[in-house]
């Protein structure tokens, strides 16, 4: 029996989902907001581990084209300290396949591949129990029917209701992202201080971090701990009281302000180190959002979640690679499901792996957010101690 599957969103987690339905020849409808692939910025680089990300890209089909596009050497990872001062400078061997980097737009074209992705649907509400299945309602007022609603549209989830009334919380942890482009040509100094792969540099209650994309494009991102309204008094919430104006409110979309006040922020840190933000091109701002931890629901039939819409937690590396083996996961149950009790079944089933397995990630990587942008900066070294392969 051929179920009606609708996935909601086309991320990492959405994609896979649909591109392992599609390897097993069922059909699937992909419903994705966005009006076109390239929309927006697909955002920064991920690494995607062996027994994730790369896992589910074996149920895809997808591994070999996966190794030839992937950046091995950008495994590399260095530490400094905030005076410059190198820390730790690991190097993956020749043959380390455990984590390589790929940059986000190439893995969804890699993803999208022959899939027939519906832009421009964004989806509003699902409602699970119809006569006919579950109703899905569409931004355009348009209403489908389906038998089962995949809901994988990441934090701010519109299918996640239908089945928990849970909703993200901030951290207290707040990512300024910018980027820096050409860097090998442009800012070669900057190209060396960050070598293959990542830099980190921290601080008291505050990191900067540099990961290196593709085509010599950097993404830099500046962290730290504040309040969630830290940018309408800068004096008040961050302490910086050496310039006038710092009462008056930072306006987010003022690139040289935003530069300033960061620059304010990091004040003291070595100027190789400050080069990232004085090159930086627009500033974007992240305030990290989580869903607590272990996060489950009663199940419902006909609607489940995967990715960040099931789970976020903070972004130490693992989301998209839960995401994208959830996706390939439930997709392999679904097509081997004959009717729609067995669906049901295997929803069930899915859910409870996933529920185990993302409660186990979510707590390791609350606790890593917890001691990188820290009080105390030598947490955050001996967390990379302990999980960096010696
Ligand atoms: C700075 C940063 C660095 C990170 N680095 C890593 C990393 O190295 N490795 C890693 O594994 N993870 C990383 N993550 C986490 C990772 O980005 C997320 O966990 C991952 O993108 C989640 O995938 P997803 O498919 O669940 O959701 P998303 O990637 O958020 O995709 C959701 C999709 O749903 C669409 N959508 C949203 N609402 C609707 C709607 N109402 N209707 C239709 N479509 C909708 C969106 O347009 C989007 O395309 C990082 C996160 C951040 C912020």
Same mark, same amino acid.
């Given at each position: ?15 896979t ?11 699937v ?8 692939? &390239? ?49 730790r ?8 396949? $455990? /984590? ?8 969804? &074209? ?18 699970p ?15 489908? #029917? *389906? ?14 209701? $239908?089945?928990s ?8 942890v ?8 050409? +860097?090998? #040509? ?18 008291? /209650? ?6 290196? /994309? ?18 309408t ?7 910086? /009281?050496?310039?006038?104006?710092? &009462? ?5 979309? &003022? ?17 190789p ?23 489950t629901?009663a199940? +419902?039939?006909?609607?489940?979640? +995967? ?11 693992v ?9 390939a ?30 409660g ?22 001996? *967390? *990379?101690?302990?999980?960096?392969p010696?």
């Open positions: 029996m051929r179920h009606r599957i609708a996935v909601i969103g086309g991320g990492p987690a959405g994609l989902f649909a591109r392992v339905l599609h390897r097993h020849d069922h059909p409808t992909v419903l994705e907001r966005d009006p076109a692939p &390239d929309a927006r910025p697909p955002g920064g680089t991920l690494d995607l581990h062996e027994k994730l990300g790369q896992l589910a890209l074996g149920k895809a089909g997808l591994l070999a084209e996966f190794q030839a596009l992937s950046r091995p050497e950008g495994q590399a990872m260095r530490i400094l300290d905030t005076d410059g001062t190198v820390l400078d690991w190097q993956p061997r020749p043959d380390d396949r $455990a /984590n390589p980097e790929i940059d986000r737009g190439q893995l969804r &074209d890699l993803l999208l591949g022959p899939l027939d992705v519906q832009w421009g649907r964004g989806v509003t509400e699902v409602v129990g119809a006569r006919d299945g579950v109703l899905v309602h569409f931004a355009d007022g348009r209403q489908e #029917t *389906f038998d089962l609603v995949v809901g994988a549209d990441g934090a701010w989830s519109r299918v996640r209701p $239908a089945v009334s849970a909703t993200p919380h901030y951290t207290g707040t990512l300024v992202e910018t980027s820096l482009d050409d +860097v090998d #040509t442009r800012h070669p100094d900057l190209a060396r201080l960050i070598g293959d792969g990542s830099m980190a540099v921290y601080g008291v /209650n505050r990191a900067l971090v540099a990961q290196r /994309n593709s085509g010599g494009h950097v993404k830099v991102y500046a962290q730290f701990r504040a309040p969630l309204d830290w940018h008094n800068l004096e008040r919430h961050m302490g910086l /009281n050496r310039r006038a104006g710092m &009462d008056a409110g930072l306006d987010l979309a &003022d690139v040289e302000a935003v530069r300033s006040s960061l620059l304010a922020l990091f004040d003291g840190w070595a100027a180190v400050l080069d990232l933000l004085r090159h930086g091109t627009a500033f974007v701002h992240r305030p990290l959002y989580v869903l607590p931890v272990g996060h629901w199940h +419902v039939p006909g609607v489940t979640l +995967v990715g960040d819409a099931a789970h976020l937690m903070p972004p130490l590396g989301g998209a690679n839960l995401g994208m083996l959830e996706g996961e439930l997709a392999e149950s679904v097509a081997a499901a004959p009717s729609s009790g067995d669906l049901d079944e295997a929803v069930r089933a899915f859910e409870e792996q996933m529920w185990a397995r993302a186990m990630w979510a707590k390791i990587t609350t606790a890593g957010l917890e001691r990188l942008v820290s009080p105390d900066p030598t947490e955050a070294l001996a *967390f *990379f101690d302990e999980v960096q010696s």
